[in-house]
């Protein structure tokens, strides 16, 4: 499992951090000020039958479309601080964009993390927001810059871009206070449809997480955020001489070329037409281990393990036609307690949705003593919903059966199958996350 610390609220201008705007505050207290990370709150998914959710996204959209509209307006006070923060009125001008942005950023979400730097590859300054590993706020992280405005000379983004590979050496220093380490890498493709590296240095010590921390950042330098964020599977530190001499910015440029490759032959190896036009009437049997659901009959085998594994999950890690990996759960349905029921009900509902072009079923379980699982690949979620509610009435499924996500981004979300479904008590402990004694 991969950690995540950053320095919050970081300030970032040509590779040199020099402000924090949360210094006095810990990660877990600007989480618990997110209504989105203390309490589970849909984005996407919001219903009118659900007013609070309703008010705090519509009251989300007009924090940003505030934000958007003072930053045009105070442009000039922004630049002249940005172009303005060495010297003796460095700490000032500091003050002023940090000040600004806590200001107006905190009033949208307050794990939103920022960035100021020069633009890459062109002239003009760059604001990369992160939502700094809380999911729950991606979505509204890339609305934020969706509704920027064009400005001249500037590039928004909803992740820290990746560093030009001389600015490598600056970029570990403003984060680790420290020379960054001798490294060279190696990177691989795991089962589970991420990206595995391995860094070797001889300047790796006994302080495990420590050497983790610093692969981290350097990865995340290299390559980017969002890279780190959806493809990064498990850092290994290895302890060793390199193979050629250390220059960083050569190894940095090396490993995201690295990393780029393996992520093509990745994205090369997946089904290049959508799931429901796949035949996947053959299925076995996965097991999970210690899981409340102890099985999924699926045709999808690798796609299994790798949501019973309980990692961080991405649509894109098994499909790049734009498809989302979900499931139908149904509860008091001590009538569907076997699998040769189940599938018979999947295989109506697969053929409804397959006849829509709205997605399929790849998978059913069971959790005992009374819950139903039906796994579903949608290819339109818009089409797919008023198909799923027409299907759990006319097959008078529990009113409290919904539609959930695996993706991590998603987690949060869900669609009730009637008017009164309420909402689900494990949106932050779904079956595939909870690991039982």
């Known amino acids: 499992m991969k950690s995540r610390h950053w320095n919050l609220g970081t300030l970032f201008i040509t590779c040199i951090l020099v402000a924090s705007c949360t210094a006095d505050a810990p990660l877990i207290n600007k989480a618990n000020g997110s209504a989105y990370c203390s309490i589970p709150t849909r984005w996407s998914t919001v219903e009118k039958s659900y007013p609070p959710e309703v008010r705090l996204k519509e009251k989300t959209i007009e924090h940003i479309e505030q934000f958007w509209s003072d930053f045009k307006k105070d442009q000039t006070t922004l630049n002249l601080a ?49 939502a700094c590993g809380h999911d729950e706020v991606i979505q509204i992280c890339k609305l934020l810059v969706a509704k920027a405005p064009k400005l001249p000379n500037w590039q928004f983004s909803s992740y820290r871009q990746p560093l030009p590979a001389g600015e490598i050496v600056g970029g570990f220093k403003g984060r680790a206070g420290r020379e960054p380490i001798q490294f060279e890498t190696s990177v691989s493709v795991s089962p589970q449809n991420k990206l595995d590296v391995i860094f070797t240095s001889p300047e790796f010590q006994s302080d495990e997480a420590d050497n983790v921390q610093a692969c981290l950042i350097l990865s ?6 969002e890279n780190d964020d959806i493809w990064l599977g498990v850092i290994t530190p290895k302890k060793g001489s390199l193979m050629g001499q250390f220059n960083c910015a050569n190894n940095a440029q090396q490993y995201a070329k690295a990393f780029d490759e393996k992520k093509k032959e990745l994205l090369a190896s997946l089904p290049g ?12 049997e996965v097991h999970f281990s210690g899981k409340r659901r102890l099985s999924m009959k699926t045709a999808l085998k690798k796609l299994a393990e790798t949501l019973g594994a309980g990692g961080r999950f991405h649509d894109v890690q098994f499909s790049k036609n734009g498809e989302k990996f979900a499931y139908l759960k149904i509860p008091k349905a001590k009538d569907l307690q076997s699998f040769e029921k189940v599938e018979a009900l999947a295989k109506e509902l697969d053929a409804e949705l397959r006849k829509a072009q709205a997605g399929c079923v790849f998978g059913v379980g069971i959790e005992s003593p009374d819950i139903v699982y039906l796994d579903i690949v949608l290819a339109d979620l818009a089409k797919a919903t008023p198909l799923l509610k027409s299907f759990s009435e006319s097959h008078k499924l529990a009113h409290d059966s919904a539609l959930r996500f695996y993706d991590c981004v998603w987690r949060n979300e869900w669609v009730g199958m009637f008017d009164d479904t309420k909402k689900p008590q494990d949106l932050k402990s779904p079956w595939y996350l909870v690991q039982e004694n």
Do not use: C
């Open 220 to 225: 995340d330098l290299s390559v980017g955020e």
């Open 82 to 130: 940005l172009e303005n923060l060495h010297g003796e009125s460095g700490k000032a001008n500091a003050d002023i964009l940090v000040g600004w942005m806590k200001e107006h950023l905190d009033s949208i979400d307050p794990v939103i993390e920022y960035e100021f730097g020069p633009a890459r590859g062109k002239e003009g300054k760059k604001l990369d927001f992160s």
């Open 273 to 284: 037409t959508p799931y429901f036009k796949q035949d996947l009437s053959k299925t076995e």
